[in-house]
């Protein structure tokens, strides 16, 4: 592995503070067992899949995606509440990934973690001075019920629950949503932590109290010295809070830096697309141009060759990674889009998808008509609806069936661009030296020649 | 660009509304007495109009949601009167609004999975429902038009008859809307039908429904708890509070100049891409068991009055322009409604103080279940 490069993704003062975390090459997958994926013998879910950043103490660091993202696994690695199977998250120095759960013990009174939803973290059968105050027992901080009580009582009045020893004998099912977040985020600081992940903490909550719950967070990262990880969907949210943001797809950075610069300058097709979709609260931005990307984001099991993004990327070209099955869901595209005669004569021509064989640079088609469909594609390809025939090398006629073979595109790695980290190959082709698939090693290295940073 | 087919502007289109909803009252019996999550509502909406519903949550408007198909939980009352294309819902047989329910009002829902059976194949679903409505429809024919409307959603021909755990979850949603809108129907309420979403297929979503409207000329009526939502694909918005409409009009119109204050306090709480300074609207939503004299609102209100807490405000006109000039139907302006107007119920505007005419004959009936 290489030495990674620096990990600014920004160029303010905050490469001048020595980091509270560390994050190199950290990866999480889950294993599937019993898999029948032809992909080599080590079928995941790659849920993380080599992230590299810092967060500087008192920063807001925002990670930022959709479901399947992997921004939840992220936030869990960095406080090994799942175990990440390769890469580093140095906290202060240490590396905790090979810390046993023994050796974190005593670090986690610094660690805390804030869920998403209150119902995980808050036992309904304790009272809230019992659940709240239960880590103070666990890490042996306090030596006495009362002791306890007054520090959660006193918690309670920091998250805005006044009296705070009023709730102490009550219930979680006793209060609110918006109070109940606020119980969650008085559990995660009872020890007075240093470093903070929060899960989507107001996902949950209606508008008109998940901004009094976010003033809070940003209140009492003031007056207790955190620093915080924010996960979120919303892209608003995440603007307002964060100091800088990584949006991540399928388990890696598309792009990461400041917060303002991605707002007001995204660089990566998927950014821009992130938020292009946000609803606007003003009817004057209405109609306006949103380059939507097509489909969902995929399955992180067998995440797309070449850059994760392309089969979704409005602006993807030759180098981005198609492969075979690109080819079968651009022809199930066009389908959506033309008359009941049409799809049935090339699906007469195509054969059943469900028969064609899908490999990773080539896709072979059984079909009955094979130089007919040969000729069509030829003719057709480049009218797809995606720019996948861009990568076609060959399209070879056999006695039963059409073999199509593309040019293998390389995993773009990230590069520095205008001041935030990005991994497009539209900034220059570039070559992750970790991706899962760089393709035929010619390809790759041809690539890499002009506008490769590497 | 608001081209849709709204009340407002210099040509007014006066076509007879999709849907007619007036003095709507929703209630469900809990152990300390009625509840009535709706409790008085107006509203009318035309072909091809979309009109959201925004409000926090519990101010009743999933309950008008339902109460509009009325498809609402055993023991749930219902008073008051909702016209669908001239014929009355409430009261109507079971058999009745069955027919009516796909026939000419579709419900598309937060989470298609719980609609879909994941024993049925997708172009099952369809066979079923177009042949239940349409019994002289064949088999064949039933899965071409499930197949076009499926396409129409951007689903492949090719997969039509795969099972709905096969789909991703925006697909799903794609295959409901399909299922919505394979009967032609002419109102569709769509109840939060994002939310669970990412926001590109949202976005991808909101489109499909827009495009809908607009092409096919069906009424939507789309409950949101998101204002950028209704911004982005509403001709009007209705905004509830407590069971009520507060404040109804042009998108355009409430969201340059809001007149409630409750109006003023939700566009102020929401987190947008502009967003610099946080607000919130103090307090909860009242208890409805027992809501509170005068002005549903009052007790969170910057805006209070001394007799606010003892008049509750009707809806009333509040744009500058003659937009509210522009009913559509004939006798709308001597009940005192104006369907396309910009009007909110706060003591602020004059003429908020009238009385509640659709809604006095009900009190009269009582509060019972």
């Known amino acids: 592995m290489t030495e990674p490069s620096p990990i600014s993704g920004t160029g303010t003062a905050a490469t001048t503070r020595t980091p509270l975390i ?45 479901s399947g993202s992997g921004k939840t696994t992220l936030g869990r690695s960095l406080l090994k509440l799942v175990e990440p199977t390769g890469g580093s998250v140095r906290y202060k120095g240490r590396d905790l990934v090979p810390l046993s759960e023994r050796d974190m013990r005593p670090l986690r009174r610094e660690l805390a973690f804030v869920f998403q939803d209150p119902n995980a973290s808050l036992n309904p059968a304790m009272t809230i001075g019992q659940g709240v105050g239960h880590p103070l027992r666990i890490h ?75 003033e809070l967070m940003l209140e009492l990262k003031r007056e207790l010295d955190l620093t915080y990880v924010f996960i979120t969907h919303d892209l608003a949210t995440a603007r307002f809070l964060c100091d800088r943001i990584g949006i991540l797809y399928l388990g890696r950075f598309a792009e990461w830096g400041d917060t303002e610069r991605l707002f007001d300058d995204p660089q990566h097709p998927y950014t821009r697309a992130l938020l292009d979709a946000i609803p606007l609260p ?93 000729a069509w594609l030829r003719a057709e390809g480049e009218r797809l609806p995606t720019s996948v025939f861009s990568a076609v090398e060959d399209v070879e006629t056999g006695s039963d069936g059409v073999t199509v073979r593309f040019r293998p595109g390389p995993e773009p790695d990230e590069q520095q661009v205008a001041g935030r980290r990005v991994a497009c190959h539209l900034h220059g082709v570039t070559v992750r030296p970790d991706g899962t698939h760089v393709g035929d090693p010619a390809a790759a290295a041809s690539a890499e020649a002009p506008g490769s940073q590497r | 660009m608001s081209d849709g087919p709204t009340f407002v502007g210099d040509t007014p289109t006066r076509t007879a509304p999709v849907a007619d909803i007036r003095g709507l009252r929703v209630g469900y019996r809990t152990p300390r007495g009625p509840l009535w999550a709706v409790d008085g509502i107006d509203l009318q909406i035309a072909p091809g109009e979309s ?10 408007k999933s309950s008008l949601g339902r109460g509009l198909v009325q498809l609402l939980p055993p ?39 719980t609609r879909l059976d994941p024993l049925m194949k ?24 499930a197949r076009t409307a499926l396409a129409q959603m951007g689903i492949p021909p090719t997969r039509v008859d795969d099972y709905p755990h096969e789909f991703s979850g925006g697909m799903r949603q794609r295959i409901m809307i399909a299922l919505a809108i394979v009967l032609q129907p002419k109102l569709i309420v ?97 208890d409805l068991i027992d809501p509170p004299p005068g002005c549903r609102f009052n007790p969170r209100c910057p805006d209070r009055m001394p007799h606010c807490t003892q008049i509750d ?37 004059p003429g908020a103080d009238g009385s509640r005419p659709a809604e006095s004959a009900e009190r009269a009936e009582g509060d019972s279940l």
């Open chain 2, 313 to 349: 405000p009707v809806l009333t006109p509040v744009a500058a322009t003659g937009a509210h000039q522009a009913g559509f139907a004939p006798g709308a302006h001597q009940a005192g409604f104006a369907p396309g107007a910009h009007q909110a119920a706060c003591l602020l505007y």
């Open chain 1, 22 to 66: 560390e994050v190199r090459d950290l990866a999480t997958h889950f294993p599937v067992r019993g898999s029948l994926f032809g992909r080599g013998s080590s079928a995941a879910v790659r849920a993380v899949d080599g992230v590299s950043f810092d967060v500087y103490p008192g920063e807001v660091f925002g990670l930022v995606g959709e």
């Open chain 1, 282 to 374: 003003d009817p004057d931005r209405r109609g306006r141009d949103k380059s939507l990307p097509r489909g969902e984001i995929p399955d992180a099991l067998q995440p797309p060759l070449g850059c994760r993004f392309h089969p979704r990327c409005p602006v993807a070209f030759a180098d981005c990674g198609w492969e075979g099955r690109d080819l079968v869901d651009a022809l199930e595209e066009r389908w959506t889009d033309v008359d009941e005669d049409t799809f049935e004569r090339e699906l007469g021509m195509v054969g059943n998808l469900g028969d064609a064989v899908v490999g990773d640079d080539v896709v072979r088609f059984p079909s009955a008509a094979p130089s007919e469909l040969a």
């Open chain 2, 122 to 145: 997708v172009s099952s679903h369809f066979i079923e429902t177009i042949r239940a409505h349409r019994p002289g429809v064949s088999k064949d024919e039933a899965h071409h038009m």
């Open chain 2, 75 to 113: 023991g749930a009352g219902v008073r008051g009167s909702v016209e669908l294309d001239g014929e009355e819902l409430v009261g109507a047989s079971a058999s009745a609004l069955r027919r009516k329910r796909g026939d000419d009002i579709a419900l598309v829902f937060q989470e298609p999975m």
């Open chain 2, 190 to 286: 769509a109840d939060e039908p994002t939310t669970a979403l990412d926001v590109i297929v949202e976005s991808q979503i909101l489109d499909i429904l827009d495009r809908l409207r607009r092409d096919e000329s069906v009424g939507l009526v789309l409950i949101t708890h998101n204002l950028g939502i209704v911004a982005e694909t509403c001709d009007r918005v209705a905004v509830m509070y407590a069971g009520r409409i507060v404040e109804v009009g042009p998108v355009e119109e409430i969201f340059r100049d809001p007149k409630h204050p409750y109006t003023r306090g939700l566009l102020a709480s929401t987190i947008s891409l502009e967003t610099t300074e946080l607000h919130t609207i103090e307090g909860y939503p009242p």
């Open chain 1, 140 to 214: 042996g901080l306090v030596s006495s019920r009362s002791e306890a009580r007054t520090a959660v009582a006193e918690m309670l009045e920091r998250v805005g629950l006044h009296p705070g020893e009023s709730f102490l004998d009550k219930y979680p099912e006793d209060v609110s949503g918006g109070q109940k977040q606020r119980l969650v985020i008085a559990r995660a600081l009872i020890t007075r932590p240093t470093f903070v992940v929060a899960d989507e903490p107001v996902a949950a909550l209606d508008m008109s109290v998940r901004a009094k719950v976010l």
């Open chain 2, 51 to 60: 009109v959201g519903l925004v409000g926090e949550s519990g101010c009743g």
